[in-house]
């Protein structure tokens, strides 16, 4: 499990997150991932992974309207530094 996450857009202690049980995420793993690579505290391609990410939001019905690529990025980078030995991350997103 991760140490930080970012939950409601902070960044945060994974204990500290949870997702409603009756989310649809919870009753039916709604949801998209990637995993990405970290090089030099770098998330590696991120933009292809920020690009497959949309679309396949985009194919699911989940809406990433509250999000850009520059912010996600951002927030990537502030959770990879918190935890310097990180080589890999993994963005996630559900449907509430």
């Known amino acids: 499990m991760p140490d930080f996450i ?3 857009h902070r960044i945060q202690p994974a204990e500290n997150a949870f997702l409603s049980a ?13 995993t990405v690579a970290v090089h030099d505290s770098t998330a590696f391609q991120w933009e292809k992974h920020w690009r497959r990410l ?3 939001a985009q194919a699911i019905g ?3 309207n ?3 690529e520059a912010g996600v990025e951002k927030t990537l980078l502030e959770i990879i530094k918190k935890k310097q030995s990180q080589t890999r991350t993994r963005p996630a997103y559900f449907l509430r």
């Open 6 to 8: 970012a939950f409601n």
């Open 22 to 34: 009756v989310s649809s995420a919870a009753l039916y793993g709604r949801g998209i991932f990637t």
């Open 54 to 56: 949309t679309a396949n």
């Open 62 to 64: 989940i809406s990433l």
């Open 66 to 68: 509250d999000f850009s």
